[in-house]
DNA sequence: CCCGTCTTTATAAAATCTTTACACCTTCTT
DNA sequence: AAGAAGGTGTAAAGATTTTATAAAGACGGG
């Protein structure tokens, strides 16, 4: 997977896949004249094919495609690509963002769109997603979660963890801050086909909980958002 | 992308429908010494035509027309005319202005109207319709809605919110400034079949009130229109 | 076969949604 | 301008859904 390395800032590579030619010359030329390599993807298919042969550091998707659906493009590229992937929408489709970020969207911005505020997005989530990959170990409060040694530490502390409970803080704590969802984090951690299994996630939840925080009867870190999911802060 | 850039926030191009001779002759006045330049049209038939050959920033439209229906002309527009459209009504025909507002209408103002309060709304839509490019964090006033990470911020804190709070917040941040009618709000939030319960909407009105509004006696934000819905400022 | 882990079941507790009741405020009528 | 009528705000009880937790059963690698 990161055989893709994505180099410093700019000269990252980025795939584009959009049906609408104009648009896609934007891209071309705005990316370009900020220095990012361009590749361009005029169809789902394509830009599946393109993503496996030569994965970019980021890719831009139109979700209104043609021939497949963006987002039937965005579950199957979420099977192995690991970096951004930021959406583009037609205006107004709440439904299609709210489907998007639950199919695991890094970020999306809905057409038109200044190309300021694109670029100012496209760094962001490099960013983000370099910081993962560069700095081994994130700390979030008093705990450490050490990515290549696949252990967390709590005040420098060791805690012990099965495989899978160790998957879900590392989801957790990879997204800080945000409201994952039930469906998103049972896809993510075992698959797809287990998004109706609530139940697994609520023991595992409050086995996590026992183990990381002060009193698990008022977690502080993986909070509980009723209906919805849950949030890492 | 932005080919039908709407200029700069004078100088925008207007085109009033209204039968009234009167009415035109104030709306050209006033809107004139406002720096808009102006398209009248005295009949549905004619405003259709002048929009399509010559589509404007954004348009007045008299619901009470001789010829064909204002709200035949409204759904015809809103076929192809994506910029405001202000509709103008005669006093107590509330059924009118919420038939319009569920059609698309951007905004509406009941006859006789103050022309300073009209020329308020215009300039309301059309700094709107020219940034309407949701990112995913919106800024109204001392909240912030950051749609990726589904949470809301009231001077930088995170409001607490259940599901059915937050779905309704994100409805009224993402249409700041337009009015919402009851139907339309229990429609998207509660889904058809739950248009006539506008009991609920009073019920996490105030309960969104008490989250977010400074004091909750006189809200700031989310605004009753008598009769009609709310809206979100 | 044993041990650790995952899955499933059961049930108590918590949170949220729905409904009711009533006071209050607007708007319209006279 | 006063009263009537209808729309709106709020608290709180009841109903329902969602969540937490323990513990038993199932599974699989060594």
Redesign the interface.
């Known amino acids: 997977m990161s055989t893709s390395s994505s180099l410093s800032t700019s000269s990252a590579e980025i795939l584009v896949i959009d049906d609408e030619p104009?648009?896609r010359k934007?891209l071309q030329i705005t990316l370009d004249s900020n220095n990012y390599k361009v590749n361009l993807a005029a169809t789902g298919k394509e830009g599946l094919i393109l993503a496996a042969n030569h994965p970019p550091a980021l890719i831009l998707l139109d979700i209104g495609l043609p021939d497949i659906s963006g987002h039937e493009v965005l579950k199957q590229l979420r099977e192995w690509f690991t970096h951004p992937i930021i959406i583009l929408s037609v205006?107004?489709s709440?439904q299609d963002?709210v489907t998007a970020?639950d199919n695991g969207a890094t970020?999306?911005?809905?057409?038109?769109?200044?190309t300021g505020?694109l670029m100012a997005?496209i760094r962001s989530s490099l960013r983000h997603s370099q910081s993962d990959n560069l700095s081994s170990i994130i700390t979030v409060g008093d705990l450490q979660l050490d990515i290549v040694a696949r252990v967390l530490r709590k005040n420098g502390e060791v805690v012990k963890l099965t495989a899978t409970e160790y998957n879900l803080i590392s989801l957790f704590v990879r997204n800080e801050?945000?409201?994952l969802t039930h469906q998103y984090i049972l896809r993510e951690i075992w698959g797809v086909g287990f998004q109706s299994e609530t139940q697994y996630l609520r023991v595992f939840v409050a086995q996590l909980r026992k183990k990381i925080e002060d009193n698990h009867n008022h977690p502080k870190h993986i909070v509980t958002?009723?209906?919805?999911g849950y949030?890492f802060c």
């Open positions: 104009q648009i934007l205006q107004n709440e963002i970020l970020d999306y911005l809905s057409k038109p769109f200044r505020e997005r801050g945000k409201v958002e009723s209906g919805v949030r």
